[in-house]
Nanobody, 124 residues
Framework: QVQLVESGGGLVQAGGSLKLSCVASVRTFSRYAMAWFRQAPGKEREFVATISWNGGSTNIAESVKGRFTISRDNAKDTVFLQMNSLKPEDTAVYYC?????????????????WGQGTQVTVSS
């Protein structure tokens, strides 16, 4: 069983930055594609970013491209989401997800494991 624990969320002013972390409790972390999704109140879950097993391939949603960066440290079983130039519309619960088939997909159904989420609130 894979457990994912996110951290790093909080309250930040517009234009500020946050770095989210997600630690996985699995020995084969380096084999998984990892992703970040988010869900704002009253809205559907939205793809944010994904990264392949070795970090060689990433995919960033258009809504955050140029502001958010996804990275991973396989030695620490951790995936990161660096968020810069935050906007109020980035306010959401952010979830990390793991795909053991390494499909690097933007579709949530492709991910078998999910964390509990971390709240990000951007004030105007």
């Amino acid at each position: 069983q894979v457990q994912l624990v996110e951290s790093g969320g909080g309250l930040v002013q517009a234009g500020g930055s946050l770095k989210l972390s997600c630690v996985a409790s699995v020995r084969t972390f380096s084999r998984y594609a990892m992703a970040w999704f988010r869900q704002a109140p009253g809205k559907e879950r939205e793809f944010v970013a994904t990264i392949s097993w070795n970090g060689g391939s990433t995919n960033i949603a258009e809504s955050v491209k140029g502001r958010f960066t996804i990275s991973r440290d396989n030695a620490k079983d951790t995936v990161f989401l660096q968020m810069n130039s935050l906007k109020p519309e980035d306010t959401a619960v952010y979830y990390c997800a793991a795909d053991p088939l390494n499909r690097n997909s933007q579709y949530g159904v492709r991910y078998n494991y999910w964390g509990q989420g971390t709240q990000v609130t951007v004030s105007s």
